[in-house]
Every structure is written in structure tokens, then in C-alpha cells.
């Protein structure tokens, strides 16, 4: 175990952005698919949205069960570099490979092509899995201090959300720029040069951070001990659940904006400018969540940030579709409200890791990490099975002037459908328990010091 000084002191600042770096280079992977995956599968692979909902569904099940278990083999991962730190190195050739591929189209019938569709996407979140389970992992194990946690998510998603900025700026004109026309090998051109640029900043965050705290001397655990540890803890099932139900508000949003913008306002050139002003916003919120957790408690506040977005939502409803401006201040205020989510949610999840450890005398940080990404996971595949279906059950089409009901089932999935389950949301919070006293006599039991 490190010392309990070194765990609890001050982080250097080039070690919060070199922990950054490996949320941007996350998100050249992760935002592709939360903006791009779902219009590239029907528009340009050429699958139908229900077939696309279907696989989405099945494949992140397959994945999200995954998690769990690259949680366990990680936190028993014993090497010169720590526990988490060497997937950061190991994991950048398979997700830069699975990158290429998913983005692939071969030519193969409409069943290979579906074969094949599952096949790279189910290999590619697996590869995210082995990569980025381990990176989540690391904020339980840099610092103990609960505000420097705060500060140290905020660093992540500033980083994640500003590689989203990127990708959803430059994808669109990247494609088009070294697809030469060919918009098939401008997806395999593109993701190219992201797997290179993300494997660069894996390691510039391997490098640059240190593991500081380690499991009780002796700990032995099973599997089934760390599942029974973690269903036993019930601010995580909080937050587990919390993280299914956000998931749905902020996929449907992402995944359906670009059905917006090209059916619905008839303005596909926006997209890129839309999402990334979405992105930016996500930036300027979690960069603000330190400022904000000064004054107010997380849980109190991210119930105040949610009840806004369910506002914000209801309102976009009622937006015409020749009102561009009023579309991006409001996603906007939107995207500002929903960045400090990330920054909380992950910060509290390291909490409850200690919170585990003082009430089970046993430490599974990765798990803790990893079950939260398989809930995560789940509410991202129960959104893309959503939206699919109910596409098709309005009648849509690709590459065609979509039916009064499929405008407005693409207007649903990106307003009034968000907002419902951003008041869920909202309910799913009022029941967590850590407080800020809680948290100080927590760290007092387990560093001998006071979380400041």
C-alpha cells in the first residue's frame, strides 16, 4: 500500500492531462459510434434500421458482460507498471485494427454483410473494453482525496469531450476529403488516422500517471466475492442504475441528431457544426464541475443538472425546424448541463469503491469501474435497439424523403423520449447515500486522513 500522504496529496498538473489523454483518445473511437455508427450502418452499409437496432442490442450484451470480467482480470493484474496502467500500452493495436474494420464495407451479400457487421463491431467493443475498463479504473487508484477525484474527472472529460469536438467537427469533412467521393473508403481512411492519433495518447497517459493505492495486504477475493461485494453496496446499485438510465437520455440525443439535422431540418451540412457545438458545451460543463462542487454537493447538483435537461429537452420539442439558431443554444445549454454528469458520476463510483472497502475490509476497483461501464453499456444498447425500432416502425427510410411519421418519430427519440428519462434520472439520485460527512469518515478509516 502506498503511503497514506501520497495518496492523499495534491496532483501534478501534467499527470491530470496526461490522464486526459487517454479520454481523447477514447473518443475518437467512442463518439464515432454515439453520432456516426447508426446513420453509417443504414445510409452508407446499407442495413435497415431495424436490422441496425437489432445488432446494436445484441452486440453491446455481448460486450457489456464483458466488462465484469476484464474488471476482474485487471485487478488481478500484478506487474512493474501497476494494475491498470500496462492495458493502456497493450489495448492501442487491437482497437486501432477494429477500428478499420468496423468501418469497413465488403462486398458481400446483404446476409455477409450483416455477418460481417457483428462480427467487426462485436470485435471492436470488445477491443474498447480491454483498453478502456483498465483506464477507468486508474482514477480509484491515482489519488484518494475526493476532491482531487473531482478534479481529476473533470480533467478526463474536458479531454474526452474536447476529442468529441474534434470527431464531430472534422469526421464529416474528413471523410469527404480523403474518401475523394468514394465515402466507403473515406470511413476506412478516417479511422486510420484516429487509431494513430489515439495511440499517441494512450501513451503519453500511460506514461504520465502512477498508481498509488493498492488492495488490502493479503486480499484474496473470488470473482463471485467482488460481484456479491458490489451487489451488497448500495450506492453503487444506485449510480448502476443511474448510469443505464442517463445513457438513454444522452444516446438517443447524440445518435438521433444527425437524423435531425438531415430529415428532419434538411440541413446534413450543420451536422458537424451541431455536434460539435454539443461537444464543446460538454467541455465548458465538466471543466466548470470543480468550481461547481465548491458550493454544492454532488448529489444535490447533478439532480439540479438533470431537472434542466428534462426542461431543456421538453423545449426542444417545440423548436421549428427553420429555427437553427434557437436549436444550438439550446443544445448548448443542454450539452453544458449534461458535462458535469461524467466528471460526478465517476468521481462518486471511486467513492464507492472506498465506501466498499471500509464496509468489506476488500478493495476490486476495476470492478467497480467496469460493472458501471457494463451498465452504461446496457443503456446504450437498449437505446440503439430503441431507436431503431421505432424508425422502422414509423416508416423510415434511408436516403429518402422521410413520412410525416417518421419525422416525427426522428423529432421523439431527440426530445420528448430524452426528457422522460432524464426525470427519471432525477428520482435515481435523491436515493444515493455519500455524502460529503459520510465520505470524511470513510477516508479517516481507511488513509487515517480526512477526504478534503
Not at 182 to 198: F, P, S
Not at 407 to 430: D, H, K, Q, R, Y
Request: glycine share 8%; charged share 15%.
Amino acid at each position: 500500500m502506498t503511503s497514506t500522504n501520497d495518496a492523499q496529496k495534491a496532483l501534478p498538473l501534467k499527470e491530470k492531462i496526461g490522464y486526459a489523454m487517454g479520454d481523447v483518445a477514447s473518443n475518437f473511437y467512442w463518439r464515432v459510434f454515439d453520432v456516426f455508427l447508426f446513420i453509417f450502418y443504414t445510409d452508407v452499409f446499407g442495413l435497415s434500421a431495424a436490422a441496425v437496432g437489432t445488432m446494436m442490442l445484441v452486440t453491446r450484451l455481448i460486450d457489456a458482460f464483458s466488462d465484469p470480467l476484464m474488471g476482474a482480470l485487471a485487478d488481478r493484474t500484478q506487474t512493474r507498471f501497476g494494475k491498470f496502467r500496462p492495458y493502456l500500452l497493450l489495448g492501442i493495436i487491437p482497437i486501432a485494427a477494429a477500428g478499420v474494420l468496423t468501418f469497413t464495407v465488403p462486398d458481400f451479400s446483404d446476409s455477409g454483410k450483416l455477418i460481417w457487421a457483428y462480427a467487426t463491431y462485436i470485435f471492436m467493443m470488445l477491443a474498447y473494453t480491454f483498453i478502456n475498463v483498465p483506464y477507468g479504473a486508474l482514477l480509484g487508484v491515482v489519488t484518494a482525496d475526493s476532491q482531487q477525484r473531482t478534479t481529476l474527472t473533470s480533467f478526463r472529460f474536458i479531454g474526452a469531450f474536447s476529442g468529441g469536438t474534434l470527431v464531430a467537427f472534422l469526421t464529416p469533412e474528413l471523410v469527404n476529403l480523403l474518401g475523394a467521393g468514394d465515402e466507403k473508403l473515406g470511413w476506412q481512411l478516417t479511422m486510420a488516422c484516429y487509431g494513430i492519433v489515439a495511440a499517441l495518447c494512450f501513451y503519453i497517459s500511460f506514461a504520465a500517471t502512477k498508481e498509488r493505492i493498492a488492495p488490502p495486504v493479503n486480499q484474496r477475493s473470488t470473482i463471485t466475492q467482488d460481484i456479491k461485494d458490489l451487489i451488497s453496496n448500495k450506492p453503487w446499485l444506485v449510480l448502476f442504475s443511474l448510469a443505464l438510465i442517463i445513457m438513454l437520455t444522452i444516446t438517443l440525443r447524440a445518435s438521433t441528431g444527425t437524423f435531425y439535422f438531415k430529415y428532419y431540418v434538411g440541413r446534413e451540412d450543420l451536422i458537424g457544426c451541431f455536434t460539435a457545438t454539443y461537444m464543446l458545451a460538454l467541455a465548458i460543463g465538466a471543466a466548470s464541475t470543480p468550481l461547481m462542487t465548491k458550493y454544492c454537493d454532488k448529489k444535490p447538483l447533478l439532480m439540479y443538472l438533470m431537472s434542466a435537461v428534462a426542461i431543456l429537452c421538453i423545449g426542444f420539442y417545440f423548436i421549428p425546424a427553420t429555427s437553427i439558431e434557437l436549436m444550438f443554444v439550446t443544445q448548448a445549454l443542454i450539452g453544458f448541463c449534461l458535462g458535469p454528469k461524467s466528471p460526478l458520476v465517476f468521481s462518486m463510483y471511486a467513492d464507492t469503491a472506498d465506501f466498499g472497502q471500509y464496509q468489506n475490509g476488500r478493495r476490486a476497483t476495476a470492478m467497480t469501474f467496469s460493472a458501471a461501464a457494463f451498465s452504461q453499456k446496457l443503456g446504450g444498447a437498449i437505446a440503439g435497439a430503441m431507436m431503431g425500432w421505432i424508425l422502422s416502425g414509423m416508416g423510415y427510410v434511408a436516403n429518402q424523403t422521410q413520412s410525416d411519421s417518421s419525422e416525427m418519430g426522428i423529432v421523439l427519440l431527440n426530445t420528448l423520449i430524452p426528457a422522460v428519462f432524464a426525470v427519471i434520472s432525477v428520482w435515481i439520485i435523491s436515493r444515493y447515500s455519500l455524502d460529503e460527512a459520510t465520505m470524511y469518515k470513510v477516508n479517516q478509516s481507511l488513509h487515517g486522513a480526512p477526504s478534503s
